[in-house]
């Protein structure tokens, strides 16, 4: 699976973005997509995820702020991340996830940053 990563940039507090994820390769076997970050100095955390059902989880600190999607095309599939009302403690760079949770696997994306700025 290849997942390639796009649509951080810089924003003010309080504005929007939106990430998008491209994945290819055997995506239909994929489990569970999903959003984490990392912050300079600290370690990788889940921001959002969905399951291949559509069942949906987010950290505490985005709910009801982002919103995890996925749309399946011509073997493809772009999983996005709207992330409104930006806070700085938003800025990290975004990688993408894709699980293969019977064959324990876990494949990521290139990072995109997000710089929220007060």
């Known amino acids: 699976v290849q997942l390639q990563a796009s649509g951080g940039g810089l924003v003010q507090a309080g504005g929007s973005l939106r990430l998008s994820c491209a994945a290819s390769g055997s995506i239909f076997s994929i489990n569970v997509m999903g959003w984490y970050r990392q912050a300079p100095g600290k370690q990788r955390e889940l921001v959002a995820e969905v399951t291949s059902g559509g069942i949906t989880n987010y950290a505490d600190s985005v709910k009801g702020r982002f919103t995890i999607s996925r749309e399946y095309a011509k073997n493809m599939v772009y999983l996005y991340l709207q992330m409104n009302s930006l806070k700085p403690e938003d800025t990290a760079v975004y990688y993408c996830?894709?699980?293969?949770?019977?064959?324990?696997?876990?494949?990521w994306g290139t990072g995109t940053l997000v710089t929220v700025s007060s």
């Open positions: 996830n894709a699980k293969f949770i019977a064959l324990n696997m876990n494949y």
